[in-house]
Structures are given as C-alpha cells and as structure tokens.
C-alpha cells in the first residue's frame, strides 16, 4: 500500500493562510434555510437539489425554492438527519437522485444509504442500499457523503462517537460499517472485487477503515481518486486519498488530541506504521480545531487562478479553504468567506457558469454564490 508521507510537512505550513488576489463578490442566492446540509447540481437543468436535515429535501432554481415530495422518513436530532444527496451519473435517463440520512435501526439509530427516482417534483421508488451495522444508541458522527467513481457509488461514514479509544474500536472493526467508506454497485449490489467481500466475519461494502467521521467527499477530475475530509476530535482534521483496502488509522494513529485536557489519543500518523497517513491534516488543539466540511475540485472557466485547486468548507473557524493541488499532494493557497461568520456546510461548482457554491449551516442558512468580480 503506497504511503503518503506529506503530512509530515504539511503539519509544519503555518495555519494562517494568506489573503489571495483573485477577486470574487459574494450573493446570496436564498437565505432562511432550515438546517442545510448539502447541494447538488442536477445535471442537463438549471436546478440545484438542497437538503434540510430536518428532512426536506427542495429544489432551488433563481425562480424559487420548492419542497419535493417522497422524502426518506429520518430521525432528526444531534448531528442526524436528512444529509448528503448526489445525482447518478446517468441522472438525464434514470432520474435517480441518492442520498444519505439517520434512521432507526438495531433499537438505535444509523445512517443510510438509499436512492428515489426524481419525478417532477415528487421523488418515487425510494430504495435503502445500505444501513450501517450495528445500529448505535448515539446522537454522533453519522458521517456522511456520496460519490460516484469507477461506475460504482462510494458513501463515508462516522464512528458514531464510539468511545473506546483502542484496537477495539469500532471504525477499526471490519464487522462493522461505522467509520468505513463503503463501494457499492449503483443498484446497492457488493461488488465481488471489493477488498473483504467473501472474508469471513467482515462487511463486504467496505472499501476502506479506520475513518473518524467523514463529512467531505470528492472525486479527482483528472485521477478519478476519491478524496475525503474527516473531523478530527481537537484538532487532527484530515484530507485523505482513498485506497482500496486502506486502513486510516482511527483511533490508533491520529494527530488529535481529547477535547478536555488536550491529551493525544495515539502517536501521530507516521511512515512504517501501518496506516495510511492524511495527504494534510490541520495541527492538534481545540484552537486548532478545523472541521472541515464538502469539498470539491475546482473545475470552472470563471477563476482561471484556480483551476485544478481543491476547496474545503470549515464549520467552526468559518470559512472556504481554497489548496493548490499537485500530484496529490495539497497547499494551503487562502481563506476565502473569512469573517462573515457563516459555518461552511457544502460547496460545488456550477457546471455551466464555473462560479462557486456554498451552502452555509444553521437555523438561517444561505446558498451563496461567488463569481469573479468586476
Ligand atoms: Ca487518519
């Protein structure tokens, strides 16, 4: 397994990025959203598919915003609900519209995965791919995020705040979904050359390990690799590129430290130690701590300096992390949204004007827009 030894000297970027000259003005596209959780692109039209944790899923287009029907049914409260929601690749014939939300399983609660044909403005056939086992009695960390990559559909989970810190715990259990990403066909089948499919006692979905709670996944447009952004506890927050197989440490190597009392976990991620090592990750420390959120590869003709960059919302800190991106490898280029006090949920570029989207969290959440300026 091929390891990733840049951590080392990301760890050492100073975290203050600085200010970039690329000028971009900011509107906001609709306000008032309850809870937003992600955004999605439906492909051949000019409307963007929204989730609200509460479980509303709605369509925006610059006419107006309407709740479609056939929504999953979820257990809102914590951090679950109604989360990610992405468009099959072959969206334009099949209409198929998959997404992510908590529901009751197991006398707890567990995320899952599933799929609704979009029918005007009704969604229909709702299908469950997957529910995470076991389910937990834990209001945390149910993850989540969808891509498409290799014709398959990949979805990253959390740990479920599961609380023992050792090689017992659950996102090392490979019995277990919980703090795994999983790879499924696109009709929820597990495919046969999945890396544990047929190995006794282990979930055949899963792709890779050891994953806190994954709240950012993307796919490069150039490689096709899947990149996700997970949480640390405080500080620890990584970027990881996605390996068959992979096992990304968690809790047994990690640079975060315990919220109260700042003591670390486990030894860092190192070369040798069996792990597969963040391609970045943000310094321990709750100062430190930088939650990141949706990513996505810049892709657009609008901001020329920063094509191929990747950008990564930050909940607690506030603002969208623009990196340079080479050969997998990334570097801190600026913050962008800095002190407009808007928690970043989700971001996307617009696949037709190249501008920038971004979905900010809350009871007051907005879908804003960022095009260059002048
Ligand atoms: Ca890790």
């Known amino acids: 397994m091929t390891r990733h030894l840049a951590p080392l000297l990301a760890a050492s970027l100073p975290i203050a990025l600085p200010a970039h000259a690329q000028d971009y003005t900011v509107e906001v596209l609709q306000d008032n959203l309850d809870r937003p959780w992600a955004l999605e692109f439906l492909p051949g039209t000019d409307r963007i598919a929204l989730t609200l944790r509460g479980g509303d899923v709605m369509l925006w287009h610059p006419d107006g915003l309407v709740e479609l029907s056939g929504a999953p049914d979820v257990v809102f409260g914590g951090q679950g609900g109604l989360l990610d ?19 009751a399983r197991d006398g707890g609660t567990t995320t899952h995965l599933g799929r609704a044909r979009l029918d005007g403005m009704a969604l229909r056939d709702l299908d469950v791919l997957q529910a995470v086992s076991p389910g937990i009695d834990s209001g945390a960390h149910f993850g989540s995020r969808i891509a498409f990559a290799d014709g398959h559909v990949f979805a990253g989970f959390g740990d479920r705040g599961f609380k023992n810190f050792g090689p017992d715990h659950i996102a090392q259990d490979l019995g277990s979904e919980n703090g795994s990403v999983i790879r499924l066909t696109l009709d929820g089948d597990i495919p046969a050359d999945n890396p544990f499919a047929g190995q006794d006692g282990a979930a055949g979905a899963i792709w890779s390990y050891g994953h806190r709670n994954i709240q950012g996944m993307t796919v ?33 190597a990690s640079h975060a430290v315990t919220y109260r009392g700042g003591n670390a976990f486990a030894p860092p991620h190192q070369p040798g130690d069996g792990f597969v090592a963040p391609v970045f990750h943000w310094p321990a420390g709750r100062d430190n701590h930088n939650p990141p959120s949706g990513m996505a590869f810049y892709t657009g003709d609008a901001f020329p300096d920063w094509q191929g960059h990747l950008l990564v919302g930050n909940l607690l800190h506030r603002y969208l992390a623009l990196f340079d991106e080479d050969n997998g490898q990334i570097t801190p280029v600026a913050r962008l949204l800095e002190n407009r006090n808007w928690r970043i949920r989700d971001v996307a570029v617009g696949p037709d004007d190249g501008f920038i989207y971004v979905l900010t969290d809350g009871e007051d959440g907005k879908l804003i827009r960022l095009r260059p300026a002048g």
Do not use: K
Not at 221 to 231: D, F, K, S, Y
């Open 85 to 103: 929601i992405a468009a099959a690749p072959d969206f334009a014939q099949s209409g198929w519209l998959y997404m992510t939300w908590t529901g």
């Open 220 to 252: 490069h447009p150039e490689t096709g690799a899947l990149w996700v952004a997970e949480h640390g506890e405080a500080g620890g927050d990584e970027v990881n590129v996605i390996e068959r197989g992979g096992n990304y440490g968690w809790p047994l």
